[in-house]
């Protein structure tokens, strides 16, 4: 039994010595490792202030080119020191900077209503047009009378044409109109509405208007075309 037990133990003691060896090693091998971690990790630390200075410094680069284009900007919009460019008027600079935009703004506001007066004035149209009529020599008026009654009145262009003829203007064509007008009107081409007011106030028509196209046809050469209505007015005696 001895003999038998003792070679099985022996087989057994060989494979743990084999299994003990294997163990030793592997434990060998992970304190090396251990040992190599320990003695790289203030390596590694420096590693890592390094790097960290590093990104502190470019940081405090950034900040401070940061703050330079701030100091621009307010130098640009006139801020120094906290105080805008209007605080560093003070008083008296503003004052004169509001007493000059308000002057800069009734002359602007003063130029748009001459403006809009002058159209007005040279504009055609309305009854009220006629209190625009400027100095305007009868003679240098070439008039263009039609009938616009659609022949219920025969010869009423020629007598309204005899009628500005006595008052000093030049007559040119007489004729009917392309179609019928209740109220009489002088139409005038761009930049004669002076004259076209004041021949509509010699026949007494209650508007003058931009000339259309089949009128303009009808007087091409014409200074103003006044067509007289179905409602014309009563023309005053040759003696007024």
Same mark, same amino acid.
């Given at each position: !039994?001895?003999?038998?037990?003792?070679?099985?133990?022996?087989?057994?003691?060989?494979?743990?010595?084999?299994?003990?060896? !294997?163990?030793?090693?592997?434990?060998?091998?992970?304190?090396?490792?251990?040992?190599?971690?320990?003695?790289?990790?203030? *390596?590694?630390?420096?590693?890592?202030?390094?790097? =960290?200075?590093?990104?502190?410094?470019?940081?405090? *680069?950034?900040?401070?080119?940061?703050?330079?284009?701030?100091?621009?900007? =307010?130098?640009?919009?006139?801020?120094?020191?906290?105080?805008?460019?209007?605080?560093?008027?003070?008083?008296?600079?503003?004052? !004169?900077?509001?007493?000059?935009?308000?002057?800069?703004?009734?002359?602007?506001?003063?130029?748009?209503?001459?403006?809009?007066?002058?159209?007005?004035?040279?504009?055609?149209?309305?009854?009220?047009?006629?209190?625009?009529?400027?100095?305007?020599?009868?003679?240098?008026?070439?008039?263009?009378?039609?009938?616009?009654?659609?022949?219920? $009145?025969?010869?009423?262009?020629? *007598?309204?044409?005899?009628?500005?003829?006595?008052?000093?203007?030049?007559?040119?064509?007489?004729?009917?109109?392309? $179609?019928?007008?209740?109220?009489? /009107?002088?139409?005038?081409?761009?930049?004669?509405?002076?004259?076209? *007011?004041?021949?509509?106030?010699?026949?007494?028509?209650? =508007?003058?208007?931009?000339?259309?196209?089949?009128?303009?046809?009808?007087?091409?050469?014409?200074?103003? /075309?006044?067509?007289?209505?179905?409602?014309?007015?009563?023309?005053?005696? =040759?003696?007024?």
């Amino acid at each position: !039994m001895i003999e038998t037990v003792g070679a099985f133990a022996g087989i057994a003691a060989i494979l743990g010595v084999a299994v003990l060896s !294997m163990l030793v090693i592997a434990q060998g091998r992970d304190l090396r490792r251990l040992r190599e971690w320990a003695g790289g990790a203030p *390596e590694r630390d420096a590693e890592l202030k390094e790097v =960290s200075e590093v990104v502190a410094e470019e940081r405090s *680069e950034e900040l401070k080119l940061i703050a330079d284009r701030e100091e621009r900007r =307010s130098r640009r919009f006139g801020e120094v020191n906290g105080e805008s460019f209007w605080q560093r008027l003070g008083r008296s600079g503003q004052i !004169m900077v509001v007493a000059a935009a308000v002057i800069i703004v009734g002359a602007v506001a003063a130029w748009v209503i001459n403006s809009q007066g002058n159209d007005s004035n040279s504009g055609g149209g309305g009854k009220g047009g006629k209190q625009a009529v400027g100095k305007v020599a009868p003679g240098s008026v070439d008039v263009a009378v039609l009938n616009g009654t659609g022949g219920a $009145e025969a010869g009423l262009a020629a *007598e309204y044409a005899t009628f500005l003829e006595s008052k000093g203007y030049e007559i040119g064509v007489t004729a009917d109109a392309p $179609e019928v007008y209740t109220e009489s /009107v002088v139409f005038f081409p761009k930049g004669e509405a002076r004259a076209a *007011e004041k021949v509509a106030t010699a026949i007494d028509a209650p =508007s003058t208007e931009l000339i259309p196209t089949a009128v303009a046809e009808l007087a091409p050469d014409a200074t103003v /075309v006044a067509v007289i209505g179905t409602n014309h007015s009563d023309l005053p005696s =040759s003696s007024g």
